[in-house]
T-cell receptor, first 111, second 111 residues
Framework: DTAVSQTPKYLVTQMGNDKSIKCEQN?????MYWYKQDSKKFLKIMFS???????INETVPNRFSPKSPDKAHLNLHINSLELGDSAVYFC??????????FGDGTRLSIL | QKEVEQNSGPLSVPEGAIASLNCTYS??????FFWYRQYSGKSPELIMS????GDKEDGRFTAQLNKASQYVSLLIRDSQPSDSATYLC???????????FGKGTMLLVSP
């Protein structure tokens, strides 16, 4: 019974396309996150949502737009994909100062 | 800018030895500290949480926290080849519910 699930697991697409990644958690957590892990393996926060409300928006191009239809879901839509967007994107969920639980990641490759 | 620093490694230890992983952080008000393990191609997995000064032991793992020195460490006793992975130090800073990750230390345990 997966706690944080992301789809798709792999995404291969061409430059300029628009794509979405979906995330769902069944842990009852109030806060969900998107992280980007680049080729150097550095894991960096992109967005954080608490109860469907955006609370953290790090310096991320506005081509990236998160959407939270309810507190169990946080989707990431990316417009006009660029080569530099190639990375692994992780969704996570958590509560306050407690540890976060991560999904399996979405490996995005831009051709 | 809240920073978390780790040596990138690789740290190489023989099987059965103690592996010592270190982390420093810049935000003096930080309250929550975590160690995640990440195998290649997988998502980060929480292995230890620590919130107060001192040592916390869980099986072969011991986390140590020294808030005065802004220093967190992870000791792995009786290291096994299956412990070979990247270890990520993560900190929740003051007034903030998101994790700031270090760049990770790669641990290699040789049989």
């Amino acid at each position: 019974d997966t706690a944080v699930s992301q789809t798709p697991k792999y995404l291969v697409t061409q430059m300029g396309n628009d794509k979405s990644i979906k995330c769902e958690q069944n842990l009852g957590h109030d806060t969900m996150y998107w992280y980007k892990q680049d080729s150097k393996k550095f894991l960096k926060i992109m967005f954080s949502y608490n109860n469907k409300e955006l609370i953290i928006n790090e310096t991320v191009p506005n081509r990236f737009s998160p959407k939270s239809p309810d507190k169990a879901h946080l989707n990431l839509h990316i417009n006009s994909l660029e080569l530099g967007d190639s990375a692994v994107y992780f969704c996570a969920s958590g509560v306050s100062n407690q540890p976060q639980h991560f999904g399996d990641g979405t490996r995005l490759s831009i051709l | 800018q809240k920073e978390v620093e780790q040596n990138s490694g690789p740290l190489s230890v023989p099987e059965g030895a103690i592996a010592s992983l270190n982390c420093t952080y810049s935000d003096r008000g930080s309250q929550s500290f975590f160690w995640y393990r990440q195998y290649s191609g997988k998502s980060p997995e929480l292995i230890m949480s620590i919130y107060s000064n001192g040592d916390k032991e869980d099986g072969r793992f011991t986390a140590q926290l020294n808030k005065a020195s802004q220093y967190v460490s992870l000791l792995i006793r009786d290291s096994q080849p299956s412990d070979s992975a990247t270890y990520l130090c993560a900190v929740i800073g003051s007034g903030y519910s998101t994790l700031t990750f270090g760049k990770g230390t790669m641990l290699l345990v040789s049989p």
